[in-house]
């Protein structure tokens, strides 16, 4: 397919549709490089959609300050945890790789479970509740 | 292609099953029928830890050796684990996944298993078991005995008070039919060297150990049946509702959820993060041998700048 | 179609955090954002009077892409100034609490400043999809270019992207 790279951010983006779409994913399964390609560019739109969403300084808008319009429609993985966020400050000595600015304890626990449940013997034993912290309160 | 979910069973070829489950059938038998079954449930996870009580409800639909689950609180956030991989969607779309040809699995158990006998649960047959690790009972477990689903399970403190309970509060023998999933892109991949644990750790196997594309690494160890994963990263890490826990003489950072807790610390090189389902002392050991807090010290300083 | 909101307060109120991200991330800096933030609510103001109903949105997001791009034009006349995407002119204006006892590094400051390296039509795409959030279609509307070169756009400055960062 002659445009097949462009249409990979297409893909991450949600913005292929019908046969277009189901020639990329039938594509990705056998172009190693364009699979490759897809690992990389979804590094970048990942690094870049967490970049933090800044704050208006105070006083440039007098009308919006105090407001808390949300931003970014696709923000976050995990939409919803009102919570006040205790945040671990870490100092970092060299970015070797794109990481994202702050990893969510559904980012962990995730993966954690996911892994255990790769086991399907044990399997109800290790489900988990996505987005739950279930805090009784 | 490796970043296809590739439909590769994780077990072995199991020889053919008897009609229906004996008594004299071993754990690993029912295990054995337990990956094998199809059904769709409604479970509830009911924790006692020492931050206060966690409770969840999930939704379960296994067929085989394909499980998908969802928290019933939180529509929409789904995760697809077996056949060869997993994922983890939201309505928005896939949001991580891996693809993984061979999960390792714990060659020796630690535990003994003692069958304790037939049980009715949910009106239907079932039969109880009992693992005992160090001599000291850590789970009960009941296997539904027509399908093989694990229905309930229950673990234990070293004190022998139940710490996290799970049940199946609805359960629908039968395939539930997963509708075709569309390949995601892997962007968690297996690899072969992991954060430099060792192979061991509180009687605990490292199996595998996986990175993601944003740099995030773990590894995941198992007993045969309590698992954990550790993870290591140069980010922050975000941690809802934890407290600050004392565990040996260093610090950490712990949220306890339903089902499994949470501790998060630095160490010189980075933030590690432990997740896993065993109960309080194992959690106690395992981290005991783990890379300790680089400065206790200087995080209760934070702490206190951070929260007074 | 969408209500317009009446005054430019509202406007400001609604919109100007998105505009404000959008600026810092295409300038790199707070003072240039303070700026074309306000020169685009400036804009809005005069322009309301004559705002045909359409899509709101693609017409605030051309306002604030002209603003931008007279800025750029204006300073590329005067070569004295330099130019928003040099990295010299990059602050990252951190304000940090002395309490804590240590550095914070922010892991944003590398991809800020790729994104500056990136050609200002690259780097308008791929802030407009990955920080504001706008599909293929209200880029296109708000770029005025077709969305195959929207698409185009995004992805050759998401692999200079990538390119840079590693």
């Known amino acids: 397919m002659r445009h097949l790279s462009e249409s990979i951010s297409a893909y991450l983006d949600g913005e292929l549709r019908g046969v277009e779409r189901g020639d990329f994913v039938a594509h990705i399964g056998s172009c190693g490089r364009c699979a490759r390609d897809l690992e990389e560019i979804q590094a970048v739109r990942t690094a870049i959609r967490s970049l933090p969403v800044l704050d208006l300084p105070h006083g440039l808008i007098p009308a919006a300050d105090g407001e808390d319009v949300p931003l970014h429609r696709h923000r976050g993985l995990w939409v919803g945890a009102a919570a006040a966020i205790l945040a671990i400050v870490v100092a970092i000595a060299a970015l070797v790789t794109p990481a994202p600015a702050t990893l969510t304890l559904d980012d962990l626990n995730s993966r954690f479970g996911a892994r255990a449940s790769l086991d399907p013997a044990f399997g109800p034993a290790k489900v988990f509740a996505p987005g739950v912290q279930g805090l009784s309160e | 292609m490796r970043r296809l979910l590739v439909l590769v069973s994780l077990l072995a070829l199991a020889p053919a099953l008897p009609a229906a489950a004996a008594e004299d059938d071993t754990l690993d038998q029912l295990l054995e029928r337990s990956s094998q079954s199809a059904y769709t449930a409604e479970q509830t996870i009911s924790c006692s830890t020492p931050d206060g009580p966690r409770d969840a409800v999930v939704r379960i639909a296994q067929d085989g050796d394909q499980l998908r689950f969802g928290s019933t609180a939180d529509e929409g956030v789904e995760v697809l684990a077996g056949a060869g991989g997993w994922s983890v969607s939201s309505g928005e779309g896939v ?10 699995a714990a060659a020796a158990t630690v535990y003994e298993v003692q069958r304790v006998g037939p049980i009715v649960f949910l009106d239907r047959a079932a039969m109880r078991y009992q693992l005992h690790r160090d001599g000291v009972q850590r789970a009960e477990i009941i296997f539904d005995l027509e399908t093989g689903a694990l229905v309930s399970s229950t673990t234990f403190d070293a004190d022998g008070t139940a710490y996290c309970q799970r049940r199946f509060v609805s359960f629908d023998p039968g395939s539930p039919e997963f509708t075709e999933e569309l390949l995601p892109p892997a962007d968690v991949q297996p690899i072969d060297t992991g954060l430099g644990l060792p192979e061991t750790v509180a009687g605990f196997q490292r199996l595998d150990q996986y990175r993601d594309a944003n740099g995030l690494r773990f590894t995941y160890f198992s007993d045969g049946f309590f698992s954990f994963a550790v993870f290591e990263a140069r980010a922050e890490v975000a941690v809802p509702g934890g407290v600050a826990a004392a565990v040996g003489d260093a610090i950490y950072h712990r949220a306890s959820g339903p ?32 890379p300790p807090p680089s400065d206790p010290g200087l995080f209760r300083r934070m702490w206190r700048t951070l929260f007074g | ?127 407009l999809c990955d920080v504001i959030g706008l599909s293929y279609e209200e880029i296109a509307h708000a770029v005025a270019v077709p969305i195959g070169t929207v698409r185009s756009r995004i992805h050759r400055g998401r692999k200079l992207l990538r390119g840079l960062l590693t």
């Open chain 3, 1 to 127: 179609m969408e209500p317009v909101p009446l005054t430019w307060e509202e406007v400001a109120r609604v919109h100007g955090r998105k505009i404000y991200n959008f600026a810092y991330r295409l300038t790199g800096n707070p003072a240039d954002a303070h700026d074309l933030v306000q020169e685009v609510l400036l804009r809005v103001r005069k322009g309301l009077a004559g705002y045909q109903p359409g899509s709101f949105e693609g017409w605030l997001w051309r306002i604030t892409r002209n603003a931008f791009l007279d800025e750029v034009r204006r300073r590329q006349r005067k070569p004295t100034n330099p130019l928003p995407d040099e990295l010299d002119r990059w602050d990252a204006a951190t304000s940090e609490s002395a309490d804590i006892a240590y550095d914070r590094i922010s892991l944003g400051d590398d991809i800020q400043k790729a994104l500056l390296e990136l050609p200002v039509e690259f780097r308008e795409a791929v802030v």
């Open chain 2, 95 to 104: 949001i991580s996944s891996a693809a993984v040809e061979s999960a390792g």
């Open chain 2, 259 to 290: 089902g499994q807790v949470t501790y998060v610390w630095e160490t010189g090189s980075g933030v590690m993060a432990l997740v896993g389902d065993m109960p309080y002392d194992l959690q106690e050991a395992v981290l005991s041998e783990l």
